[in-house]
């Protein structure tokens, strides 16, 4: 496999693996407000999160920036309780003014690259040209992403039309799901803060 190959599926596997499943809550909280025929906005939303994601991937990789892991660590979940607490306030509510979850993506994408940035770190070693392998890891986290997003609005299609469900009772149903792992994930990672 060529280098471009192996980042790229090394980025949509490291979204997808369960056992970063902090990463698939955000998504899943990002996403939860909408159903198939919205999505060209939630592709448009996972987009400003990738890019988000990028550019501080990229400045994390680079060491420009340097935020303490453990911070970030925190903040990560802090990120989808904000996300998954707004989804219920906004429940029922039409979604054809998504300027504030355009925010939260990218905004959000910021602090969620950070959190990537020491598996990529240990990946490149000390390879002096990062440019294709943060591109080609950047594309797979966004092709991840879009793995993640078909499967919960495919969800999302089966329980509203086969289960008969509101769409406002399910928004609800999944962001309060979300908002309670996520905010355990806040009360386990902060005792690190101050390590």
Not at 26 to 41: H, I, R, S
Not at 44 to 72: E, Q, R, W
Not at 145 to 159: K, R
Not at 165 to 190: N, Q
């Amino acid at each position: 496999m060529d280098e471009f190959g192996l980042y790229f599926q090394l980025g949509w596997k490291h979204i997808v693996d369960i056992n970063g499943y902090d990463h698939i809550l955000f998504v899943m909280a990002l996403c939860a407000l909408y159903t198939m025929k919205d999505w060209k906005k939630v592709l448009i939303l996972v987009t400003a999160f990738t890019i988000g994601h990028s550019i501080t991937l990229a400045l994390s990789v680079l060491n420009i920036v340097k935020v303490p892991m453990s911070l970030i660590e925190f903040l990560i979940p802090v990120t989808i309780v904000i996300t998954a607490l707004t989804n219920v306030f906004r429940a029922g509510k039409d979604v054809q003014r998504v300027q504030l979850n355009y925010f939260f993506a990218l905004f959000f994408g910021l602090i969620h690259g950070m959190g990537f940035s020491n598996y990529l770190k240990s990946l490149l070693g000390s390879q002096e040209n990062i440019t294709m392998p943060l591109l080609a890891f950047n594309l797979g986290l966004e092709f991840g992403q879009i793995i993640i997003v078909l499967a919960i609005l495919i969800i999302t299609a089966l329980v509203l039309q086969l289960g008969r469900v509101k769409k406002r009772d399910w928004v609800i149903f999944v962001s309060a799901a979300i908002f309670g792992i996520a905010f355990m994930m806040v009360g386990e990672r902060l005792p690190e803060l101050f390590q």
